[in-house]
């Protein structure tokens, strides 16, 4: 059975920081890229970052310079450290799991940055 469940969610103030965890079970989770996308009320769900199998890594423009992605494979966990938070970051986070056309999506934690 595949999970994948994110936590560090929470609130925060404006500029301040938070770091989600995503811990995978049921995969080898090497061999998988791993995303963070996030859904606000009322909007579609967005990519916010990714880190590939390999360790690379990519960034949503509105992201770059603030959000961190990394991962510890031999905790099969993917962070998302995330720096300098404003009011329009607050959403629910999920993590998810690509392989080919395999795909797992975790429950979402709530971020919520206050002004």
């Known amino acids: 059975q595949v999970q994948l469940v994110e936590s560090g969610g929470g609130s925060v103030q404006t500029g301040g920081s938070l770091r989600l965890s995503c811990a995978a079970s049921?995969?080898?989770?090497?061999?998988?890229?791993i995303t963070w996308h996030r859904q606000a009320p009322g909007k579609q769900r967005e990519l916010v970052a990714v880190?590939?199998?390999?360790?690379?890594?990519n960034y949503a423009d509105f992201v770059k310079g603030r959000f961190t992605i990394s991962r510890d494979n031999a905790k099969n966990t993917v962070y998302l450290q995330m720096n300098s938070l404003k009011p329009e970051d607050t959403a629910v986070y999920y993590c998810?799991?690509?392989?080919?056309?395999?795909?797992?999506w975790g429950q979402g934690t709530q971020v919520t940055v206050s002004s």
């Open positions: 998810n799991a690509v392989l080919a056309n395999t795909n797992y």
């Open positions: 049921g995969i080898i989770f090497s061999r998988y890229h």
């Open positions: 880190i590939y199998s390999g360790g690379n890594t």
